[in-house]
């Protein structure tokens, strides 16, 4: 029998390392394919998940803008009637000014909520007669409003909504509202105009849901914020040029073709936010509602987090998995390749060791 060859003896050869060897490689061969693989496929689910909570809150927002604009539009229809009713039913035209002035104080007194001025005017705009919550007017401080627009639509037989403003006497978000005035031969005699405070009627739109961090503002036809849910707000930016956040912008453009479509930009608390407004039917104004994009878009950003997680926790598993597999199905083989070689050796009575 040959001696053995100690250059070639199985025993004093070097082991292989694991990083280089068969076992090894089919583990990396393995996690790669799973890490493509999830990738892929959690990218597609992202990407249809993505796609459909958008339009979903595509429809939200222009849900909740339409559901505000409604409850304003509401709120001013109604003041506007019920101002149209008192003068059908009160013959204002043939009372004299005392008898005026009782009727007009019984309003401000009933509707003390709604209203907190209330003007009668004559043919020439001339106030004749002037009730206030705040102040008790002398007849020498009574003045005219024949350049009003609101006169002059009364004139014309129509009844109109000022812009918003703040109210020189109590300082609240106020409108005016103006109706004419006319005889039972329907002869106009002059307008009958209110000035009603919408503090309240914010107060409302305030607990109206536009989720969790969002909020709605008031813009006139002209891209001016005239209201805000937070009173602080309103003092702080009334007036203020809103036109560079894209709803406004479609809104004071007037582009029919542009109407309720929802925008993602940086809103007007310094946030990015998706953003749409919705006109109000009856006035100048539009209700544009804002909803932080990290709010809306929160259940993608969870399942992007459950996706890395879930990646790195198959990769583990992968590697593990395959690391105990590729061993036992490396050992027999090595075990095969060593006979092998003590039998090229010389050792013909090696016997192959199942590990």
Request: no cysteine; glycine share 6%; hydrophobic share 35%.
């Given at each position: 029998m040959n001696p053995r060859d100690p250059k070639r003896d199985p025993d004093t050869s070097p082991a292989v390392p694991w990083n280089r060897s068969l076992g090894a490689k089919l583990s990396w061969a393995a996690i790669l394919i799973v890490i493509i693989a999830l990738t892929v496929t959690g990218a597609g689910l992202i990407a249809i998940a993505y796609s459909q909570e958008q339009q979903s809150m595509v429809d939200l927002q222009k849900s909740r803008a339409d559901n505000v604009a409604l409850l304003i539009s509401s709120f001013t229809g109604s003041v506007r009637d019920e101002l149209l009713l008192f003068e059908e039913i009160t013959p204002l035209s043939s009372m004299t000014t005392a008898q005026q002035h009782e009727v007009l104080e019984d309003l401000l007194i009933s509707r003390q909520t709604i209203f907190s001025q209330v003007t009668l005017l004559d043919k020439t705009g001339a106030e004749s007669v002037k009730v206030s919550r705040f102040h008790t007017y002398l007849p020498g401080e009574l003045g005219t409003m024949a350049t009003d627009p609101g006169f002059i639509d009364a004139m014309n037989g129509v009844s109109s909504i000022s812009p918003a403003y703040i109210s020189p006497d109590s300082g609240l978000l106020s409108i005016r509202v103006t109706v004419p005035v006319q005889t039972k031969q329907d002869e106009i005699t002059g307008a009958l105009t209110s000035e009603v405070n919408v503090v309240r009627l914010w107060q409302k739109v305030s607990h109206t849901n536009v989720g969790d961090t969002g909020y709605a503002y008031l813009v006139d036809k002209n891209g001016?914020?005239?209201?805000?849910?937070?009173?602080?707000?309103?003092?702080?930016?009334?007036?203020?040029?809103?036109t560079r956040m894209p709803p406004v912008h479609d809104f004071v453009a007037g582009d029919p073709g542009d109407a309720q479509q929802v925008y993602e930009y940086q809103g007007m608390t310094g946030d990015d936010v998706i953003g749409v407004y919705a006109p109000i039917v009856g006035t100048g104004w539009a209700v544009v509602t804002e909803l932080p994009t990290k709010e809306a878009y929160a259940s993608i950003t969870r399942m992007m987090y459950y996706l890395e997680a879930l990646i790195i926790i198959s990769i583990a598993g992968t590697g593990l998995l395959v690391y105990v597999v590729s061993r036992r199905i490396v050992r027999p083989i090595k075990a095969l390749t060593e006979s092998a070689e003590r039998m090229a050796a010389g050792d013909l009575n090696a016997e192959v060791v199942e590990s």
């Open positions: 001016r914020f005239i209201a805000y849910q937070e009173s602080a707000e309103v003092l702080q930016n009334y007036g203020r040029d809103m």
